[in-house]
């Protein structure tokens, strides 16, 4: 294409570029030589290389499937030691779980056999919570026909026990219809011992467990084999007495014809001797009575001198005098009930109406307690009640002088609550507060009553500390002061004394310290000023031995903790009092032998000042109990 373009152009050009082109050709022919001499050189350089490069991949293959082989050996090492250590924790993991399987099947095993032992222990405690609810029952019902069976007795028993009482009023009113009273003495000495012990038995052992639902066949045995031998006793001292009257009876006779015998011969021989003189009656010979003295006059008397401050305050003596004025008045506006013989019975539904419902007080509930309050209040208010003994309209009214004669007996009946029931059961003491509380609300002339003869069986709640008065007797004077003597003329002992004296304060500072009922709109008859004035006057005194820290005692437990949270500081210098100047004189006046109750009242009084608080009595009625 060259050559026909070139020809296209003039023949001058055609030439210089025909030369050219033999040039250009020449060169490139040279070009395509060395071009050719290039590729043969670099053909043989390659093929050169080609073999060098062929023996060196000959070689690098050879190294090549050496080191293949080599790395197939290690890699068929690393997998057979792989195997092996997967083999291994195969055998490790079969091995464990053959281990977890025995232990499962262990644990199961142990699962049925715990299983089977505690089948074992629920059957065989089901077996022994049935013996023992078997046992209860059985025991329930023997102690249900247990106490039927004691009831039986107790009301068998309190039956033989009126019975007694019943034969020994018609003994007593035997011994009243006897004339002659040394010779039936004589007589029948034998027969009375044996009644006044026959007494101590019906009349307090048998009636105490009567109370305790205590009494047992040998008791009924006896109350039998009593009443029995006492009704015998009793026809034989009858007899006895109408021998003794009858017999009297005929000395008196005699002596009587005797006496107009001699009457009339020395009237025959007056009028033979002088027929003009008149016989002058005979006066009557006067004779000089003894005037007997009267304690209380006697201490009247000891008033007016300042002797009297060492035992009693001028006006806790006053109200003192008053309040026994009052019992004396009170108790002769219904004596003649007590002398109407026919009346006998009435006076026993009176008593019955009164012991059986005070006998029953107990904080059990408000309705209860209600209830026996309301018993009471009915029988004091002249209504119908029933008594217990079967008469279910019996009324203390059906009598002009009923109504006072059993507000009296219920007053001594509380007071003696604190003898027999609250000196053994402390606690006791509020129920039987609230209901006298209640009543003296209602009846202020009881509480009055209520008040003598506290006084009267502890003339410590005044506190009066009597003295013993000119030619008064060791009985009487022992007496006053509280006392009490056996049939055999023995004084109590002094721990017997002390306890009832303890019981008797315990239930007066419960009727001073209980509130009254609910809604109750009237003020409480006696409050916390009375704690307050008897402890003052105690303090103001010289302190008796025993008596004064047995009472002091009683008076904190039950009273001290509303005296410190009424009267706060005030109390606590009377407390400071207490445990300094006043314990001193205490410990100056009690012998060696008889430091119990004084070292009772330092431990209370320590506690005290150790806890800073009195703590409330056991025992104590809520607020709003009723």
Known sequence: MVFDKNLRQSPIQNCDSISGEMEQYEENRAARCRQKLLCELDSFRQLSCQGKINNILVRVQKSS???????????????????????????????????????????????????????????????????????????????????????????????????????Y???????????????????????????????????????????????????LNTCTRILEEAKLIVEKMEEDIKLINREHDQIALSAKQKEESAAAAAAAAAAATSTHSSVLPQMPSVQETQNTTNPNSQLTNVNNS?????????????????????????????????RDQGMKTFRFECQKAVNTPVNAISPISASHLQDKFLKLHRLLSGQAVDSGSGRSHFSASQHPQGIAFCKDLLAKKFVGQGDTTVSCKPEAA??????????????????????????????????????RLIDQSDVDYYKSLGYRYSETGEVEKQDKFLKRMSGIMHLYCAIIVTPLKRHSTKPHPVGISEAWRWIANVINLDPRPDICATLLYEFLEVAGHFMYKYYGQIFQKVLHLLCTEYYHKLEEVTPNAARGPVARLESFLQKILKQGRINPPTGILPVDFW
């Open 306 to 338: 300042s002797a009297l401050r060492e035992y009693v305050n001028e006006s806790v003596f006053k109200k003192y005098t008053s309040l026994n004025d009052f019992q004396e008045k009170f108790a002769k506006s219904y004596e003649n009930l007590l």
């Open 430 to 467: 509020f129920a039987i507060a609230a209901v006298v509380v209640s009543l003296w609300v209602e009846f202020p002339d009881f509480g009055q009553l209520l008040l003598a003869h506290f006084y009267k069986e502890c003339p410590y709640l005044l506190p009066f500390f009597k003295p």
């Open 169 to 219: 009023e018609k003994f007593l009113e035997a011994l009243k219809s006897c004339k002659d009273k040394r010779t039936l003495g004589e007589k029948c000495a034998s027969s009375v011992t044996k009644l006044r012990y026959f007494s101590e038995l019906m009349n307090q052992q048998i009636p105490e467990k009567c109370k305790n639902l205590a009494v047992s066949d040998d008791d």
């Open 65 to 167: 499937h050496s080191a293949a082989k080599e790395k197939v050996h290690q890699q068929e090492n690393v997998w057979l030691a792989n195997q092996a250590k997967y083999l291994k924790e195969e055998q490790e993991i079969y091995h464990k779980l053959h281990e977890e399987e025995e232990e499962s099947r262990k644990r199961q095993e142990q699962l049925v056999y715990e299983h089977e032992q505690h089948a074992k222990r629920v059957n065989e405690i089901s077996r022994i919570i049935k013996g023992v609810e078997e046992r209860e029952r059985e025991n329930e019902e023997r102690n249900r026909r247990l106490h039927l069976h004691k009831r039986m007795l107790t009301e068998k028993c309190h039956t033989y026990v009126l019975e007694y009482r019943t034969i």
